[in-house]
Nanobody
Framework: QVHLVESGGGSVQAGGSLRLSCEAS???????LGWFRQAPGKEREAVAA????????????SVKGRFTISQDNARDNAKNTAYLQMNSLHPEDTAKYYC???????????????????WGQGTPVTVSS
């Protein structure tokens, strides 16, 4: 099992920035790290993902150009950390943000929550107008 710990959430005004971190440890059987979010009363949705072996990145349309996913130990799943730099935040970005690890065989499926077997506890982000 991959153990994931998120940090970096908080409260910010619209237009501000936050940087989320996700520390992965334990099992190394994954090749994607993803960020997902869930707002109160809404379904969990995919935000971004990164291919941990090759650095390819994927984004939801709603965050393209504002959010950037990165990692600091590509090809070393035993001690990798994924980041989500969030700029130009909008009130509608308010949600609990979750990190997830999964082993995917089709890159275009990066946003399927069911394909991620391991999840962190989440970190809350609140954007006020």
């Amino acid at each position: 099992q991959v153990h994931l710990v998120e940090s970096g959430g908080g409260s910010v005004q619209a237009g501000g920035s936050l940087r989320l971190s996700c520390e992965a440890s334990g099992d190394t059987y994954y090749n994607y790290l993803g960020w997902f979010r869930q707002a109160p009363g809404k379904e969990r949705e995919a935000v971004a993902a990164i291919y941990t072996i090759g650095d390819a990145t994927y984004y939801a349309d709603s965050v393209k150009g504002r959010f950037t996913i990165s990692q600091d130990n590509a090809r070393d799943n035993a001690k990798n950390t994924a980041y989500l730099q969030m700029n130009s935040l909008h009130p509608e970005d308010t949600a609990k943000y979750y990190c997830a690890a999964g082993r995917l065989t089709v890159p275009t499926w990066w946003n399927y929550t069911a394909l991620y077997a391991n999840w962190g506890q989440g970190t809350p982000v609140t954007v006020s107008s």
